[in-house]
C-alpha cells in the first residue's frame, strides 16, 4: 500500500518537509517512489505537484493526518472531485 507522507529534511532546528509517495513498509527516510511537494512549517510555505497527487490519491495511496490537512487547505480535494473527505489511517 502506498501513503502520501512527510519526509524531514533541512538541518537542525530547522526542518522542511518533502511530501511523498512511499510504501508503508519503509522507514520515514527511506527510498520513495516520487517527490510530490513540500511543506515548510516556519515560512508556512507549501509546493505541490497536484498532478501527480491526483494520480497517487486515484490509485488508492492514503495520506497521513498532516499531509491531508496540508492538502485539504490547498484545495486538492475539490479539484479531485470529491465532495466527502478521504478517509484514511
Known amino acids: 500500500m502506498v501513503k502520501l507522507r512527510l519526509k524531514r529534511c533541512g538541518r537542525k532546528q530547522r526542518a522542511i518537509y518533502r511530501i511523498v509517495a ?3 513498509r519503509s ?3 527511506g527510498r520513495d517512489l516520487r517527490k510530490v511537494g513540500f ?3 516556519i515560512k508556512n510555505q507549501t ?3 497536484v498532478p501527480a497527487i491526483l494520480y497517487f490519491l486515484e490509485k488508492g ?3 497521513t493526518g ?3 490537512d496540508i492538502l ?3 484545495g486538492v480535494f475539490m479539484e479531485l472531485g470529491l465532495n466527502h473527505q ?3 489511517n
Open 22 to 24: 512511499i510504501d508503508v
Open 27 to 29: 522507514r520515514r527516510e
Open 39 to 41: 511543506y515548510d512549517p
Open 47 to 49: 509546493d505541490l505537484n
Open 61 to 63: 495511496a492514503q495520506p
Open 66 to 68: 498532516t499531509v491531508h
Open 72 to 74: 485539504k487547505k490547498a
Open 86 to 88: 478521504i478517509k484514511f
